[in-house]
């Protein structure tokens, strides 16, 4: 993991620290499993949680916060970093 990666990733969980409401995206989430090549399925069974939470996260509907960590924490697992740029949030790939 480069340097500069590494920075964002301490930038923002220092963030997340101060303020534990930031979560990922649907937005994010779908092109996290867009550079992972995973179906809804298969982030699904990373994160234990059902294809619809999936669905229904990445289509803008209320999901449970819990499911959202595991979610973000299943990717992240597969090599993705989500990162908050002056354009907003971001994905980028890390490793996997």
Not at 9 to 23: E, F, G, V
Not at 65 to 74: H, L, P, Q, R
Not at 86 to 91: F, H, K, L
Request: charged letters at 20%; aromatic letters at 6%; hydrophobic letters at 45%.
């Amino acid at each position: 993991m480069g340097l500069v990666v590494r920075s964002v990733l301490l930038t923002r969980i220092a963030s997340q620290a101060n303020d534990p409401r930031i979560m990922i995206t649907g937005a994010q989430c779908r092109a996290g499993r867009g550079f992972l090549a995973w179906s809804q399925n298969d982030l699904a069974a990373k994160a234990s949680v059902s294809r619809h939470t999936v669905r229904l996260f990445e289509d803008g509907g209320k999901t449970y916060s819990v499911s959202i960590d595991k979610i973000e924490a299943a990717l992240e697992e597969g090599g993705v970093a989500f990162v908050d740029t002056d354009r907003g949030p971001a994905v980028i790939l890390v490793g996997g």
